[in-house]
């Protein structure tokens, strides 16, 4: 009976544990050290350049 | 007289008090050289102090202070000098954040002015952690922080921010992330405060990220294009997209993900800078993400394979691309590929000393011989190498998805060769990896 239930409890796990979509990982770019949107209007602020510097 | 004509300067009394007191002077001392009584500079440093600059200079030339701000306006004028030496090491102008520098330093000669010294101090730090010099930040901030509870709410934000920064990348997502936090709301207190700060709003995320909570990734960053729409966020969009469209992938929403990072791909190709390599090599991983997700092994390597050329070689990037291209061949059952493709992640982790990778190159070793042999007692050897001593120290990385990919193998191993009991207990790790990641803050695991 014991061995019925485990293997139940497997089959039913393994189903949940095959269908769990996270197999793989991705990577995401560097956090940023400091702000960009906060900087006075003499050096641009927040713009398209700012984004182009991080890249 | 003091104030009697002209009211061209407004010193803070406070200001005036501390830097006579600093520089051990009475107010007898500073009367007779102003030429006024003692009570008006009593009442001065009780208050407000109104002068005109002639006045001002004396004052400074008293306490032989003269390249130092002293007025309201010299304090408002010297912190905008601040913001652009900090402009200067944002955009790594580093010469002439170098030459600026000079002319800021002098603050740090005026221990009364100590908002305008930590301010300064802050952006050394910033400057450190751009610089990698990642001890020399860390005994900074260390410094900083016996004066928190003095801060103004404009230096805590700087604080917080930079701490978060520091523990970021020394991985410690869940420390990063309460920082972050705690700047958000130092941010959105201080005079100035931008109406959105997408850079921290990012940093948030990635923290979430790093945690290995899609949902909560998701939800954050949603609500913030929601909130502050296209104009607001197009400074930070391509990063956010990046963000949103692995965190999509981790919980199946795979078509919407690849439609973002197609559009990402497009846009980070647009830039003509010599450095988006490492933006497009990220995205071309997680199209690889994408298609290993979704078991076509074959696609997955394709855009590996282009993600690594794209990489610097040794980097963190380039050695999680490599581990998963090893992956996808060795479930293609290219054996032989794989363990040379292995060869190089050891060398070059080996190289790197990166503690993380070597254990990685190890977990994959085993994988392979688990795949290329499973009847042998060798592959018993490796599924219990991985099951004690790998899953453990992912857990505490917060590798959660190698760890998924990982139990799954196992999970299936054991039950394949009579060990119900090692399946049970692989299937139980997976599930509460699943539970924390669906459920749980990473704080409270």
């Known amino acids: 009976m014991k061995r019925k239930l485990i293997a139940i409890f497997l089959g039913v796990s393994m189903v949940l544990c095959v269908c769990t979509p996270v197999i793989a990982d991705g990577v995401r770019p560097p956090i940023f050290f400091m702000d960009g949107d906060d900087a006075p209007s003499h050096l641009g602020g927040a713009d398209d350049s700012f984004e182009q510097q991080l890249l | 007289m003091l104030g009697a004509y002209n009211n061209n300067t407004i010193l803070s009394g406070y200001r005036l008090k501390l830097i006579r007191e600093w520089r051990n002077k009475s107010q007898a001392e500073l009367a007779e050289f102003l030429e006024c009584s003692v009570e008006e500079i009593q009442k001065a440093e009780e208050d407000l102090f109104q002068c005109n600059f002639e006045q001002l200079g004396r004052v400074k030339k008293f306490f032989d202070i003269e390249d130092i701000p002293l007025s309201d306006e010299e304090v408002r004028v010297f912190k905008e000098s601040l913001y652009y030496w900090r402009d200067l090491i944002r955009n790594r102008k580093i010469d002439e954040a170098t030459d600026f520098q000079e002319k800021v330093s002098?603050?740090?000669?005026?221990?009364?002015?100590?908002?305008?010294?930590?301010?300064?101090?802050?952006?050394?730090?910033?400057?450190?952690?751009?610089?990698?010099?990642?001890?020399?930040?860390?005994?900074?901030?260390?410094?900083?922080?016996?004066?928190?509870?003095?801060?103004?709410?404009?230096?805590?934000?700087?604080?917080?921010?930079?701490?978060?920064?520091?523990?970021?990348?020394?991985?410690?997502?869940?420390?990063?992330?309460?920082?972050?936090?705690?700047?958000?709301?130092?941010?959105?207190?201080?005079?100035?405060?931008?109406?959105?700060?997408?850079?921290?709003?990012?940093?948030?995320?990635?923290?979430?990220?790093?945690?290995?909570?899609?949902h909560q990734t998701i939800a954050f960053l949603e609500q913030a294009l929601d909130a502050h729409g296209d104009d607001r966020t197009k400074a930070y969009r391509l990063h956010f997209d990046i963000l949103l469209a692995v965190s999509y992938i981790r919980i199946g929403r795979v078509q919407a993900a690849k439609a973002l990072l197609s559009k990402c791909l497009a846009r980070a190709e647009g830039a003509l800078n010599g450095q988006n390599g490492l933006i497009i090599g990220q995205i071309l991983h997680n199209f690889g993400f994408a298609h290993r997700f979704l078991g076509e092994w074959a696609e997955a390597i394709d855009y590996l394979n282009k993600a690594a050329t794209r990489l610097s070689e040794g980097s963190e990037h380039y050695l999680e691309t490599m581990y998963q291209i090893v992956w996808c061949t060795a479930k293609m059952g290219r054996y032989p590929q794989a363990l040379n493709a292995l060869e190089r992640i050891k060398e070059l982790s080996r190289y790197a000393e990166n503690q993380k990778y070597i254990l990685l190159s190890e977990t994959l070793r085993c994988f392979i011989g688990l795949c290329q042999a499973p009847a042998t007692a060798e592959a018993k050897e490796n599924a219990d190498y991985i099951t004690t001593n790998v899953l453990p120290r992912l857990e505490e990385a917060y590798e959660y998805t190698k760890m998924l990919a990982l139990c799954e193998e196992l999970g299936n191993y054991y039950e394949k060769f009579g060990e119900p009991s090692k399946a049970l207990d692989v299937i139980k790790t997976s599930h509460s990896i699943i539970k924390r990641m669906l459920y749980q803050g990473g704080d409270e695991k």
Do not use: W
């Not at chain 2, 952006?123 to 016996?146: G, Y």
């Not at chain 2, 869940?174 to 109406?195: H, M, Q, V, Y």
């Open chain 2, 106 to 214: 002098s603050i740090v000669q005026l221990p009364p002015c100590m908002d305008l010294v930590m301010l300064y101090r802050q952006f050394e730090v910033s400057d450190c952690l751009l610089e990698n010099h990642l001890e020399a930040a860390e005994e900074k901030l260390r410094e900083l922080e016996k004066h928190l509870p003095s801060m103004d709410a404009e230096n805590q934000y700087y604080f917080y921010r930079n701490s978060g920064s520091l523990k970021s990348v020394l991985r410690y997502p869940s420390e990063a992330l309460k920082d972050f936090l705690k700047a958000l709301t130092f941010g959105e207190a201080r005079e100035n405060a931008p109406i959105f700060n997408g850079a921290l709003y990012y940093n948030i995320a990635s923290c979430y990220f790093d945690l290995h909570l899609p």
